[in-house]
């Protein structure tokens, strides 16, 4: 839409917040490199939709920014006429935290610019790729960094709220590995976070970002990882209950170079239980360690072998392609994988409303997973995070989906230990909030309490400031 009709286009956009006169509004957008979009735009429709389609809100204003610049620009418009403000980099959130009703959004995905110094091995990215961008880059130079298998998940969602994945156990969360971050705080400054600026923010938006500020650029320090052992190991669902009695012994002694899921997945007339692994070592130590693993009851495919990183992070998620999906989730811990933990989880699988209906556990071993780590990240425990989920298409079909999640992870609370990761949470209210921060909770009000003393941001699993 061009600027300089802005206005025609917004005088519906900003709804209940009237006193945004429309020259300030279109001013706002002449301001912007970037683009400013409201409903009533061709491009709306789609510009508000987050991954779960589940989440069906309407903001005002949508500004696309193209640089630090405007976020500062955007930032200042929101607080001055009062505007409930997202931040969206890749829209993954379950809980549709990247859009927000009637209010304004800050979508940093179009700021991809990205410098990589392979020789330090470090890079800096703007806040707008997603991790498939991310991966290419990286292991064009046979580097990674912690992501999840997701390639179209934003990078900086997904890392300043932890950002676990295969290469956890080995290398850390994906916050672990930043070094450096651009912020623009809630009064509109840009500031550098550091181990030697800012330091209590540094320490504080790794692992709780979004309550902080809006990060437009972050710089990791980069891993070496070229290939990987992986692959999947195939069960019909009928022999769930003996792997994951297999499971609950293998597990704990397992090295740090392993990464195990295990996930009841769709399968062509069936479901399965499939049981995931990458390898982060050399192959031969791996092949020994994967041997009881593979050799325990024969799987109906095992596809276990030595891949390139980049394609082993291509080969999939276990979660619907985009498209139009709804979906529901919760999330937990436990410390082992008890007679009656398995129990619940056989007799949900088999109940399932769907094919598109699990549950998915990994193991989360190592020193990375447990002990204290200088960041704000508060899920480190070893044991098993799971996550029940469901996706469905139809409207019919939410309401089976919905509770079936509900009810089997009822069953599963009372073994649980309440732990829980931040980004695996939706809107589940402050309790589960201060479960997945644990004994961090305090310092981090504190610091909202400094650099977001009006909770300005809290369209996210929010922090309240310190009294």
């Not at 580097?143 to 999840?148: E, Y």
Request: hydrophobic letters at 35%.
């Amino acid at each position: 839409m061009a600027k300089q009709t802005i206005a025609n286009r917004t005088k519906t956009a900003v709804g209940g917040a009237e006193r945004i006169d429309l020259r300030s509004i279109r001013n706002f957008a002449a301001s912007l490199s970037g683009d400013v979009i409201v409903p009533g735009d061709h491009r709306y429709s789609q510009a508000r939709r987050v991954w779960n389609h589940a989440v069906n809100v309407h903001p005002a204003i949508i500004a696309r920014c193209a640089n630090t610049q405007d976020v500062v620009r955007t930032v200042e418009f929101a607080r001055r006429y009062g505007l409930l403000t997202a931040l969206r980099s890749g829209g993954h959130s379950f809980a549709g935290h990247a859009v927000c009703e009637g209010g304004m959004v800050i979508d940093l995905s179009s700021m991809k610019r990205s410098w990589i110094d392979p020789l330090r091995k470090f890079i800096t990215i703007e806040t707008g790729v997603i991790a498939g961008e991310l991966d290419c880059l990286t292991q064009a130079f046979k580097l990674a960094i912690p992501l999840g298998s997701c390639p179209s998940v934003g990078v900086a969602g997904y890392s300043l709220g932890g950002g676990e994945g295969s290469l956890t156990p080995n290398f850390g969360y994906g916050c672990d590995s930043i070094t450096r971050l651009e912020v623009v705080t809630a009064d509109s400054r840009v500031q550098v976070a550091s181990a030697q600026e800012n330091t209590d923010l540094f320490w504080a938006m790794r692992g709780a970002g979004a309550n902080f500020g809006v990060a437009t650029s972050i710089e990791f320090q980069l891993h070496p990882v070229e290939t990987v052992l992986s692959g999947h190991l195939k069960y019909p669902l009928r022999q769930a209950k003996r792997i994951l009695r297999f499971l609950a012994e293998y597990a704990p002694a397992i090295p740090n170079e392993l990464f195990l899921i295990a996930a009841v997945l769709p399968y062509p007339g069936d479901r399965m239980l499939d049981v995931a692994v990458v390898w982060s070592g050399k192959e031969k130590a791996g092949e020994r360690v994967l041997r009881p693993l593979r050799t325990f009851l024969k799987p109906f495919e095992d596809s276990i072998k030595v891949n390139p990183y980049l394609e082993e992070q291509r080969s999939g998620t276990g979660t619907p392609a985009e498209g139009d999906y709804s979906s529901h989730r919760k999330s937990g811990h436990f410390d082992q994988l008890t007679a009656d933990v398995i129990d619940v989880i056989a007799d949900y699988t088999h109940s399932a409303p769907s094919e598109a209906s699990g549950i998915s556990i990994i193991y989360w071993h190592g020193p990375w997973c447990s002990g204290s780590h200088d960041n704000a990240f508060g899920f480190r425990r070893t044991g098993f995070e799971y996550w029940i989920h469901t996706y469905w298409k139809k409207s019919g079909e939410r309401k089976r989906s919905w509770e079936w999640v509900e009810q089997f992870y009822a069953a599963m609370k009372p073994l649980s230990t309440g732990a829980v990761y931040v980004n695996g949470l939706e809107d589940e209210g402050d309790e589960r909030v201060v479960s997945s921060y644990g004994s961090k909770y305090a310092r981090l009000t504190g610091i909202k309490r400094e650099y977001d003393p009006d909770n300005f941001f809290r369209v996210n699993q929010n922090i309240k400031p310190a009294p």
